[in-house]
């Protein structure tokens, strides 16, 4: 089984600062990790996903993400932020195998985009 | 296209009434799954079709739920009796050959009170 911590419940910050979002997650296999964007009144929009290859990911609206296999993390980050970032953000995992269609999804992070 | 729809968008009702939320999926994906979002417990995965058979309901809280999809157009979820506890936001996903890429497209969810 898998599990998400996102660190953070809230992050305000003002706009055009550089921001983070930190996630690290707990699995016994190898691991899809995936960010997810929720903006006010609607469903979810994936981010970013890493399935292999770099671990540095590139994902819509400027985002980016590392992940870290020795420290378990997958933290989100974006240089500049807008108003417009002002959403909550998952991070989610899935394993790599079989059952990669359950995807584990964390509490959620706030982003508050201050002008 | 017209992305995922659900219905209702918000409903309210009574404990011990019977609740049915709907949901139709992007047209040609494979894979629908029924999620509920709640502050404690966060978004959990309640059910999982493939080509409408369901393949994992391991998360279905109860004998009170239950969830169909007939065809590959439309699934349903539904609660009977209803409970306070019931209380959240149901989203239904859809996505092409599973969710092991992460992409998942999330309707805009169905806000439930039950009073």
């Known amino acids: 089984a898998q599990s998400v911590t996102q660190l953070d419940s809230q992050v305000p910050v003002f706009e055009e600062a550089p921001v983070e979002l930190r996630c690290n997650y707990s699995s016994s296999v190898s691991v899809y990790l995936f960010w997810y964007v929720q903006y006010p009144n609607q469903g979810l929009q994936l981010l970013l996903k890493?399935?292999?290859?770099?671990?540095l990911v590139k994902g819509i609206n400027g985002f980016e993400a590392e992940f870290n296999k020795s420290q378990t993390s997958f933290h989100l980050r974006k240089p500049s932020v807008h108003i417009s970032d002002t959403a909550e953000y998952f991070c989610?995992?899935?394993?790599?195998?079989?059952?990669?269609?359950?995807?584990?999804f964390g509490k959620g992070t706030l982003l508050t985009v201050n002008p | 296209d017209a992305g995922v729809i659900q219905s209702p968008r918000h409903e309210v009702t009574e404990m011990g009434q019977e609740v049915t939320l709907r949901c139709k999926p992007i047209?040609?994906?494979?894979?629908l799954f029924w999620y509920r979002q709640t502050m404690m417990r966060g978004l959990e995965l309640l059910i999982y079709?493939?080509?409408?058979?369901?393949?994992?309901d391991s998360g279905m809280p109860e004998d009170r739920f239950s969830a169909k999809m007939p065809n590959a157009s439309f699934s349903t979820l539904k609660i009977q009796p209803s409970e306070p506890r019931d209380s959240a936001v149901y989203f239904c996903?859809?996505?092409?050959?599973?969710?092991?890429?992460?992409?998942?497209?999330f309707g805009s969810g169905t806000q439930l009170s039950v009073l």
């Open positions: 890493y399935l292999s290859g770099s671990t």
């Open positions: 079709f493939n080509n409408n058979v369901p393949i994992d």
């Open positions: 996903a859809s996505s092409l050959y599973g969710a092991g890429e992460g992409k998942l497209f």
């Open positions: 989610a995992v899935s394993d790599s195998g079989g059952s990669n269609y359950k995807l584990t």
């Open positions: 047209s040609g994906h494979n894979s």
